[in-house]
């Protein structure tokens, strides 16, 4: 697994604190996880579009092709191997 650090500006991170506020369900987590990422992209790739494959992923970038599984937490601390 490959490490990646998303630094984001104030107000990317206010933007996803809009759409979902920080805390609470674990379904709320993932979903700003996935934001997380998609600003990620957008940055990297500012005319790449997005999908949710119907493969078991969370998210892919198009035409790039990146099929992707994103796990959240609430943890900034927190990193997997």
Not at 34 to 57: A, M, Q, S, T, W
Request: glycine share 8%; with cysteine; hydrophobic share 35%.
């Amino acid at each position: 697994m490959k490490k990646i650090n998303i630094n984001l500006t104030i107000e990317e991170f206010e933007y996803i604190n809009s759409l979902y506020p920080k805390g609470g369900k674990s379904s709320t987590i993932g979903k700003r996880a996935v934001e997380i990422v998609k600003i990620h992209f957008l940055n990297k790739y500012p005319d790449c579009k997005f999908r949710d494959p119907k493969d078991g992923c969370d998210l892919e970038v198009l035409p790039q092709n990146i099929k992707l599984e994103i796990k959240g937490t609430n943890d900034a601390g927190i990193a997997w191997n």
